[in-house]
């Protein structure tokens, strides 16, 4: 069955740390891979995504995530975390048609 | 450029009621998805519809349906409501999916 797994489920750490969130996935033939941010309160906005091409992709606020196929892994990255990153971090993939399958979120505390 | 609207934010239902949300997509999509986010169940695929037509559908019970109008808006409704459909309901725009702020609904 498709899946999506986010291994760290409750992640804390200090400002100016670096930031490794997993995500893998089960194979499943063309994937198109996301990664969204759910603040405190608020909607899901999209961080970043990869359909295609530099499997190293940037998204907004800083963050990165590098797509290694032969590990079904989408990792997202951020060199140096802020206390305003504190949010709920979700991985999402697309296997060949427009539905998405969420991991279940990763919450990362940030302390200044 | 509008986001993606969803309404009513926030509502309460007893128990064997029916509830209608709506979502208009950001001008121009013609593809709406509805989720559904509980803290057990995480964020779950309910539907997509695309030019009014149903094209994906999620492992819901056949009490959760929808449909989408000629300009886009889309609408879910669930019938005979339990307790367990208390959830926040999410609408997203398009297949890069912009999410709207969703509708909480609980159940009493």
């Known amino acids: 069955a498709q899946s999506v797994s986010q291994h760290n489920h409750h992640v804390i750490l200090s400002e100016a740390a670096s930031l490794e969130l997993g995500c893998n996935y089960s194979?499943?033939?063309?994937?198109?891979l996301f990664w969204y941010v759910q603040y405190p309160g608020q909607h899901l906005q999209l961080l970043l995504k990869y359909f295609s091409g530099d499997p190293l992709v940037k998204g907004i606020k800083g963050f990165e995530a590098e797509f290694i196929k032969s590990k079904f892994s989408f990792n997202l990255r951020k060199p140096s975390v802020q206390w305003s990153d504190t949010a709920e971090y979700f991985c999402a993939v697309a296997y060949n048609t427009d539905k998405l399958i969420f991991g279940t979120g990763t919450r990362l505390q940030v302390f200044p | 450029k509008a986001g993606v609207t969803q309404t009513p934010r926030y509502l309460i239902k007893t128990r064997g009621q029916q509830v209608t949300l709506s979502c208009s997509p950001i001008s121009g999509h013609r593809s709406v998805s509805w989720y559904q986010q509980t803290p057990g169940q995480g964020l779950q695929f309910l539907f997509e519809?695309?030019?009014?037509?149903?094209?994906n559908k999620g492992n819901f019970p056949g009490r959760f349906s929808g449909r989408q109008f000629s300009n886009s808006r889309s609408e879910m409704n669930v019938s005979t409501l339990e307790l367990g459909d208390s959830a926040l309901y999410l609408c997203?725009?398009?297949?890069?999916?912009?999410f709207g702020e969703g509708s909480r609904l609980t159940v009493l």
């Open positions: 519809y695309f030019s009014e037509t149903q094209r």
């Open positions: 194979y499943g033939g063309t994937v198109n």
């Open positions: 997203a725009s398009s297949l890069e999916l912009f």
